[in-house]
């Protein structure tokens, strides 16, 4: 089984950066791939970054050059450095791994942009 536990959310400014991470345990081996999630109220959850077990990187067209996706080597840890942050990146941002079996996820940490 994998647990996975986000932090490092919270207020920050238009404009400022902020760093997530997702801390990992358990049956780690078995990941092929890791991503970050957001949920804004009345949205559908949506894909931020997603970086698999080759170091692939894919990210939504709202934050290709805002936001770097990445991980350590074991999958220990995957992060979310967030630049230049916009209104629009409110969000509950959710860990997920890809399991050959299943996916797993977090619990989610609540990112709130605003003056």
Not at 18 to 43: D, E, H, N, V
Not at 73 to 88: F, H, R
Request: glycine share 10%; net charge positive.
């Amino acid at each position: 089984q994998v647990q996975l536990v986000e932090s490092g959310g919270g207020l920050v400014q238009p404009g400022g950066s902020l760093r997530l991470s997702c801390a990992a345990s358990g049956s780690t081996f078995s990941i092929y791939a890791m991503g970050w999630y957001r949920q804004a109220p009345g949205k559908t959850r949506e894909l931020v970054a997603l970086i698999t077990n080759r170091a692939n990187t894919n990210y939504a067209d709202s934050v290709k050059g805002r936001f770097t996706i990445s991980a350590d080597n074991a999958w220990n840890g995957v992060y979310l450095q967030m630049n230049n942050v916009k209104p629009e990146d409110t969000a509950v941002y959710y860990c997920k791994a890809d399991l050959v079996t299943r996916h797993i996820w977090g619990q989610g940490t609540q990112v709130t942009v605003s003056s």
